[in-house]
């Protein structure tokens, strides 16, 4: 693992679930506001082969987001299993949950809102999320799920630790932060 820096770290594709339109995913990671960590996840790529929500008028929190389109990060304190997911979908929806193990007692964060914001061109997306943490250091891993425009589905990550997507794995957890 290596300590979270402003630094830019690349997705890539889990190779049992290829998606040619993508060109690059890469994520800018950095310290916000004490305890809040600010994400720029930019996607280059076909966008026009790709599933894309509509943007909604406002954010707003939404579950299964996974099922589509959408941006990951896993959080974890310094020690210990207890793990926070966000998720962000370019429609500007979003979920949080908290679990105390590896996908153990799930439950949804109602007061982590993510600040977000999405922008688009011809070829690029990018969405910028910024996120409380819950904790002043710890290990984050970041993946994203992208929808293909004939529904198929490719997971990418940091690391992809088994034979199967699994962003949860505590092996995805790559980078530290303080």
Request: charge should be negative; hydrophobic fraction near 45%; aromatic fraction near 10%.
């Amino acid at each position: 693992m290596s300590a979270l820096q402003p630094a830019v770290a690349r997705l890539g594709c889990h190779p049992a679930w290829p998606c040619a339109a993508v060109r690059l995913l890469e994520v800018r990671a950095s310290p916000a506001a004490p305890g809040s960590l600010r994400l720029t996840y930019t996607l280059h790529a076909d966008l026009a082969s790709l599933r894309l929500p509509a943007q909604l008028p406002a954010p707003r929190r939404s579950d299964e987001l996974w099922r589509h389109t959408c941006f990951e990060a896993f959080v974890a304190g310094a020690s210990g299993a207890a793990y926070r997911e966000f998720n962000f979908s370019p429609s500007l929806a979003w979920a949080a949950y908290e679990f105390t193990g590896y996908r153990e007692g799930m439950r949804p964060l109602e007061d982590a809102v993510p600040l977000l914001d999405v922008r688009l061109a011809a070829d690029t997306l990018v969405l910028d999320a910024t996120l409380a943490t819950g904790c002043p250091r710890g290990r984050l891993a970041l993946a994203a799920v992208l929808e293909a425009s004939d529904g198929t589905l490719s997971y990418w990550a940091l690391r992809h630790p088994g034979p199967r997507p699994d962003f949860h794995h505590p092996e995805g957890f790559q980078l530290e932060f303080s």
